[in-house]
């Protein structure tokens, strides 16, 4: 039985050049009996990359979702969307632990 991830991925075209919109590949999940909202779609890309998957994505034209071609492709999407996020949760964890020292002083809980 197929099922969601396996439908995303057959749908997805390689090489950035080639890239689908979300909404047209969110339409090719439910044609296969897979409806889903955005969130779930996100989820479900979430995992599969999870998963070893190069699932890659471009806000910039042609925008949309592609597995990488090549090195390269992959490098581009990992150090404009993957570090950039990685980035800014350092900086917010930084600015909220300053914060909470000066709201609650220097004691901090142990993981």
């Known amino acids: 039985m197929q ?5 995303l991925l057959k749908a997805l075209p390689t090489g950035r050049a080639q890239a689908i919109k979300k909404v047209d590949l969110m339409h090719t999940l439910y044609q296969c009996g897979f409806p889903m909202d955005e969130r779930a779609f996100r989820d479900l ?3 599969l990359r999870q998963g070893g998957h190069l699932i890659c ?3 910039s ?3 949309g979702y592609y597995m ?5 492709e992959f490098d581009e999407f990992s150090d404009r969307e993957l570090l950039a996020r990685i980035r800014d949760l350092a900086k917010t964890i930084s600015t909220m632990r300053r914060a909470a020292v000066v709201k609650f002083g220097k004691q901090r ?3």
Do not use: Y
């Open 3 to 7: 099922t969601a991830g396996d439908t």
């Open 45 to 47: 890309v979430h995992d």
């Open 57 to 59: 994505s471009t806000a």
């Open 61 to 63: 034209e042609p925008a």
């Open 68 to 72: 990488a071609a090549d090195r390269s």
């Open 109 to 111: 809980r142990l993981l």
